[in-house]
């Protein structure tokens, strides 16, 4: 059986997100090298076997440290290949992600209007749930900016309501349907799970069609959703906060004496219809 970094040479394209979330976290290991399980916390971890995930015929499990060095798996990226994680090659690696990333964004940004009710303000949103509130089963968490925006037909269901933000979506399995050791103990632990989405250009969006600037007005509405497509009630603390400046100024670390601080600005609530079947 593959472990699943090698399994990944053969999902590597530009759609898959698996992939792409392998490729952050190797750049981030190269720009931090050192921490590799550096606290007391995941220091416990660190010699968990990777089950179900075979290195050899004999059924040796692999652990976090065959890992750690991707390249000797065979496979490596290109904003990383031929460098290693020494201190001489940490600026290169900053300089590519400011280049692919940091400049662009800009200039794409800038383009759009600015005026005196903080356009440029940057904004997100946290949402910590639980994964087990429907005792493992999957649902989705749609967000909006207003709940006037949505009304109480099928348009409440994401994107085709002017107010809708993101979907989050909670990938998991019935604890009754499959056995999982580990979830029941997270379950019994109270473990939540914790997202966040961009909100800048929905809030744009809500700024040219309230005016002005209506942040004090604001509370963003969340509305989950069961994998039969019935909305369920449900207990998810939701939070937007904002920077004064767009992320994008310095895209690869704050730059010291102007770093990036994001203030709350509304807690969320859940929508009114919220156990309402549209069916």
Same mark, same amino acid.
């Given at each position: 059986m593959f472990d699943s970094k090698v399994a990944l040479i053969f999902l590597g394209t530009v759609d898959n997100p698996e992939s792409?979330?392998? &490729? =952050?976290?190797?750049? %981030?290991? $190269? =720009?931090? %090298? #050192?921490?590799? +399980? *550096?606290? &007391?916390f995941s220091q416990k971890a660190k010699d968990n076997l990777l089950t179900p995930f075979h290195k050899d015929t004999d059924g040796t499990f692999w652990k $976090? *440290?065959?890992v750690r060095e991707w390249q000797k798996l065979g496979y490596?990226? #290109?904003? =990383?290949?031929? &460098? !290693?994680?020494a201190n001489e090659h940490r600026q290169e690696i900053l300089d590519d992600i400011k280049s692919l990333y940091g400049r662009h964004v800009e200039t794409r940004l800038?383009?759009?209007?600015?005026?005196?009710? !903080? #356009?440029?303000d940057d904004y997100v949103i946290t949402v /910590?749930? *639980?994964? +087990?509130?429907?005792?493992g089963a999957p649902y989705?968490?749609?967000l909006f900016l207003d709940e006037t925006e949505a009304s109480s037909d099928e348009k409440f269901r994401g994107p085709e309501s002017e107010g809708f933000v993101a979907s989050i979506y909670n990938f998991s399995g019935s604890l009754s349907s499959s056995p999982c050791g580990n979830c029941e103990k997270q379950k019994s632990e109270g473990v939540k799970c914790v997202a966040q989405v961009p909100a800048t250009i929905p809030m744009r969006s809500y700024r040219s069609r309230k005016g002005g600037n209506p942040d004090h007005k604001l509370q963003? /509405?969340?509305?989950a959703w069961n994998n039969f497509g019935t909305s369920v009630k449900m207990d998810i603390e939701v939070a937007m906060h904002r920077s004064s400046r767009a992320y994008y100024h310095y895209p690869t670390r704050p730059e010291h004496g *102007?770093?990036?601080k994001y203030d709350h600005v509304a807690t969320g609530r859940q929508s009114s219809l919220a156990g309402t079947s549209f069916r």
């Open positions: 792409n979330i392998d &490729r =952050l976290t190797a750049i %981030w290991q $190269s =720009l931090n %090298w #050192e921490k590799w +399980f *550096d606290d &007391r $976090s *440290d065959d490596d990226y #290109e904003i =990383l290949k031929g &460098r !290693g994680h800038d383009k759009l209007p600015k005026g005196p009710h !903080g #356009e440029n /910590v749930y *639980d994964k +087990f509130a429907l005792n989705k968490i749609n963003p /509405v969340y509305l *102007d770093p990036l």
